[in-house]
């Protein structure tokens, strides 16, 4: 497939263990996010998304937490599973006329069973 | 089934040779948007449309064009390539920027020598 994990920071962790993915974001003016999961050879597929009058939002088997003041989104995956390993990215968007999204550049998770 | 399609999926073409990669959804979008990917940076976002007609540029837009002229398409138009526009494409589209997921194509490989 695609080689799309260089340069990327790294998690590796144990089958069933949990995974915090972190991401940082610039834009203050950022109030929607969105995790992308996105495995070799293919487009990248949507996670979750929290918008910024929340702090936390959980899905199956991920939550995501946002923590404005520091401008910081992680996404935990609770009983991590070697179908897990994939590059992980966040995205941003500041809404009102901006409709760009923009993506940090990624994460790559290796589940080892 | 729903889905993004793209073409071609591999593409090797020279410098000069005018190109266009094809793009379309089956899920009466109104949001499509079309990125690269490269090692170390990540998406990053070229152009994007709200709607026919629509169109704007994303963070990435020299050296490219779109059209959309109908809701189910949305071409990227490389009128001139030149060996920097060497990537991999993803178009995407949804409901709208925050209205809902992205789904993403499966991705073109584009080498220009």
């Known amino acids: 497939g695609e080689s799309v994990g260089l340069h990327l920071p790294t998690l590796s962790v144990q089958e069933g263990d949990n995974s915090i993915i972190n991401c940082a974001y610039s834009?203050?003016?950022?109030?929607?996010f969105i995790w992308y999961k996105q495995e070799s050879g293919k487009g990248p597929q949507f996670i979750i998304d929290i918008r910024s009058n929340m702090d936390k939002r959980q899905g199956q088997r991920v939550t995501v937490l946002l923590n404005k003041t520091v401008k910081h989104l992680s996404l935990q995956i609770a009983a991590t599973q070697p179908g897990d390993s994939a590059v992980y990215f966040c995205?941003?968007?500041?809404?009102?006329?901006?409709?760009?999204?923009?993506f940090g550049k990624g994460t790559l998770l290796t589940v080892n069973p | 089934e729903a889905q993004v399609t793209q073409n071609p999926r591999y593409l090797i073409t020279v410098t000069g040779k005018k190109l266009t990669v094809t793009c379309s959804q089956n899920m009466n979008h109104e949001y499509m948007s079309w990125y690269r990917q490269d090692p170390g940076l990540g998406l990053r976002q070229i152009y994007y449309s709200m709607n026919v007609e629509v169109t704007d540029k994303g963070d990435v837009p020299e050296g490219y064009k779109v059209s959309r002229k109908e809701k189910r398409n949305f071409p990227l138009i490389l009128e001139s390539p030149s060996p920097n526009q060497t990537s991999l494409y993803f178009c995407?589209?949804?409901?709208?920027?925050?209205?809902?997921?992205?789904?993403f194509g499966p991705g073109t490989r584009l080498t220009v020598l």
């Open positions: 995407a589209s949804s409901l709208g920027v925050r209205k809902s997921e992205q789904f």
């Open positions: 995205a941003e968007n500041s809404g009102g006329s901006n409709y760009k999204l923009t």
């Open positions: 834009n203050s003016a950022s109030d929607y």
